[in-house]
């Protein structure tokens, strides 16, 4: 049985620094873990490409000694690999984006300022505006990564057949 998450690479990290600077100051000290999934996720009929979540007390303690996070991660992000290692670095923009439109900073919360938020329509009114010049990308991401995993999921079979054969 092999884990479900592994560590991201600097890319990642750099895309995530360039878009939380360029768009989203009010997160500056935010923690956030990035981790890939290496396994699909389903949601509604679609694959997850990725899903950001709020640290718990627990997950916070047990990230209290990375060395960039003294209090433990406030945010958790978990991008599906397979999608991107599959798509362009403008798509991964978008990923990384929307993903951190659910943070949100509550400069009045006295304990932990960093909350989630729903998307405000199927999407967020922002990311619409962000994204005009492709509207469905959401889509268009969700079906490649998916046919890259049939494509996998074939081709273990024609393996297995090929052993059961030979």
């Not at 500056?28 to 890939?36: D, R």
């Not at 000694?65 to 945010?75: L, Q, S």
Request: charged share 40%; glycine share 4%; hydrophobic share 35%.
């Amino acid at each position: 049985m092999g884990l479900r998450y592994e560590e991201v690479n600097e890319e990642v990290m750099s895309v995530l620094k360039e878009v939380k600077s360029e768009y989203f100051p009010e997160l500056k000290n935010a923690k956030i873990k990035v981790l890939f999934d290496i396994k699909k996720r389903k949601a509604g009929g679609m694959v997850i490409l990725a899903r950001i979540m709020k640290t718990n007390d627990l997950l916070r303690h047990l990230t209290i000694d990375e060395a960039d996070a003294m209090e433990g991660y406030d945010y958790i992000i978990a991008l599906d690999k397979t999608c991107w290692d599959s798509i362009i670095r403008d798509d991964k923009i978008r990923i990384v984006r929307h993903e951190l439109r659910h943070a949100c900073f509550d400069i009045e919360s006295e304990d932990n300022p960093y909350k989630l938020q729903d998307h405000s329509i199927s999407d967020f009114y922002e990311e619409v505006e962000h994204n005009k010049d492709d509207p469905r990308w959401r889509e268009r991401l969700a079906t490649v990564v998916e046919d890259i995993y049939e494509q996998k999921k074939e081709a273990r079979q024609d393996s297995k057949k090929k052993k059961e054969r030979g």
